[in-house]
C-alpha cells in the first residue's frame, strides 16, 4: 500500500523537539534547586511550593495581592530628573530614560489607594527592578505624599521594602528623603493612624535605616534580607565571621528586631487581622 511508508518520520518526538515544546516552561528554583512548572509558581503568589522560597515581585503585583479590586494609583507621572547630573557614569541618565520602558513604571515606588477586606488604606510599595528599588528624592516625594494622603483619608498606611537603599546618584539629595519621610509618619503616629510595615527580601541602606524600621507592626517575609550594611561589608570592618543567617528575617525575629513573619499567601489576612486591632 503506497500511504504506508517505514521511511516516514515516526510519531514520537525527539529529544530536541521535546525541548523546544517545554522550553521556558519550567525553572530550577533558586532555594530548593528544584525543577518548578512555572504555573504552579505563579499559582502560588511566586512562591515555592516545596521549600517556600519567595521570589521578588513586581511593585504592582504586590498591590493587587495586598489591596480589593478596584484600587487607584496616585502620582504615577513622578520621575527623577538627574538633579545632580551625575557624571561619575552615563547609566544613570540612561536608567531614567530607559526603565520607564522596560520595567512599566516612572520610578522605584508606587502608591495605591484603595481598600485591605473594607479597611481605607494607603500602600506604597518598592519596585526593584528599578535601579534596585533605590530611595531617591522622587521615591521620597512620593511616600511622603502617600503618607499625607492617609493622613488627609484617615487611612492606614502600608510600606512593602525591597530596596537597595538610598540612591547614590542623587547624593545628600536621596538621604534628605529618610528625614522627611520619618516627619510624615510622626505626624501619622500623631493622628493615631496605624503604619504597617512590611520587609522583603532585600531591605537594605537608607530605606532599613529609616522608614522601614519604624512601623507601629513591623512585618517580614521569610528569609529577607534586612540590615544596614551588607553581611561583606560588616565582615571585613569587624574582621569576624557572622552568625549562620545573620540579617535574615528569621535572625531579626529571634532578636526582636521585627513582630512577625509572614508568608506572602496569609500576608493580606494578617494585616486585615491587625487593622481590626487598630482601628476596631
Known sequence: MTWFNREKRPLEATDEERHVVTEGLWIKCIGCKEALWKKDLEGNCQV????????KITA????????????QEHDAGMHAT????????KSYKVSL??????VGVNEAVITGQGKLDGYPIVCSAMEYNFIGGSMGSVVGEKITRAIERALDTRSAFVAVSCSGGARMQEGALSLMQMAKISAAL????????PYISVLTDPTT???????AMLGDLNLAEPGALIGFAGPRVIEQTIRQKLPEGFQRSEFLLQHGMIDAIVERKELKPFISKSLKFFVG
Do not use: I, M
Not at 538627574?82 to 557614569?89: N, R, S, V
Open 60 to 71: 504592582h503585583e504586590r498591590l493587587n495581592l495586598l489591596l480589593d479590586a478596584g484600587w
Open 186 to 193: 510622626a505626624k501619622l503616629d500623631k493622628s493615631n493612624l
Open 48 to 55: 515555592c511550593p516545596k521549600c517556600g522560597y519567595h521570589y
Open 205 to 211: 541602606g537608607g530605606v532599613t535605616a529609616s522608614f
Open 97 to 102: 530614560e530607559q526603565l520607564p520602558k522596560k
Open 82 to 89: 538627574d538633579p545632580l547630573e551625575f557624571t561619575a557614569t
